[in-house]
């Protein structure tokens, strides 16, 4: 089977993630002699929930395509960078791999989940006595961490912008930064709109947006070209710096 059939193969039930469980039945096992590839999504939630999410697409993907996958969970979206860098994985679900000096690591986009756009914001509690960005000035920050593009590049950006002194604050991921905010810990927090409004109704939460972005584009479903066959035309084309 080539990569990019693969590849058609794979993107289809992750476009389907929420249903995925409901579809697929256990694989069978892998013949020892069978290569298995290592998938690393960022960990935008919990490790737990980040197994129970992905798992079953792993597991229904490995079933109907044929091709073994494991998944391998960081702690942190720095730990996921550090996987693509160290070139322990094959696939990862990231955004932080758009930047000049990463693109010669060879990964290349094959695809997104069919999700909504998402938005950088910054979020205070529902009864928070905050409702304007320049309170923030002096003030303790959450954000998931260095790496978020989303959730800290976007809003530190426009706290930059605006002049506004707040500290920054890493909780390691999207529901480490909220447990910092719910807690009282930190004043605000930068988030992805998506996680937070996933957050909220899972733990029953409040909030008020005291500033989003214009719609971004969720994370990328990516693959390194370092490990597959020489021939693999999607490969080809990225090392040519072709981008169609």
């Known amino acids: 089977m080539t990569i990019d059939r693969f590849l058609r193969r794979l993107l289809l039930p992750l476009l389907l993630a929420p249903i995925a469980g409901l579809l697929l039945a256990l ?82 986009v094959f695809g997104r989940r069919l999700t909504p756009p998402v938005l950088g914001q910054i979020i205070v509690p529902a009864d928070s006595p905050i409702t304007d960005l320049a309170q923030l000035d002096g003030k303790d920050i959450a954000f998931p961490g260095p790496e978020a593009t989303v959730a800290y590049k ?53 909030y008020r947006v005291l500033w989003s972005s214009e719609p971004l584009h969720d994370l990328a479903l990516t693959r390194t070209c370092r490990r597959w066959p020489a021939h693999s035309p999607a490969c080809t084309r990225t090392r040519r710096g072709d981008r169609s």
């Open 27 to 108: 694989p069978a096992p892998a013949r020892a002699d069978e290569p298995v590839y290592r998938f690393s999504p960022v960990p935008q939630y919990s490790i737990p929930l980040v197994a129970s999410y992905w798992n079953p697409i792993l597991a229904y993907v490995s079933e109907k395509s044929g091709v073994k996958l494991t998944l391998k969970i960081s702690r942190t979206s720095a730990e996921t960078t550090a996987y693509v860098l160290s070139q322990d994985i094959e696939f990862a679900f990231t955004n932080h791999l758009f930047s000049p000096e990463r693109e010669a690591l060879g990964w290349r």
């Open 154 to 206: 976007f809003p530190m950006a426009q706290l930059m912008n605006r002049k506004i002194n707040a500290h920054a604050v890493f909780g390691g991921n999207m529901d480490g930064a909220l447990a910092q905010l719910y807690s009282g810990k930190v004043t605000a927090a930068g988030v992805n709109s998506q996680l937070a409004e996933s957050h909220a109704r899972r733990e029953n939460r409040k």
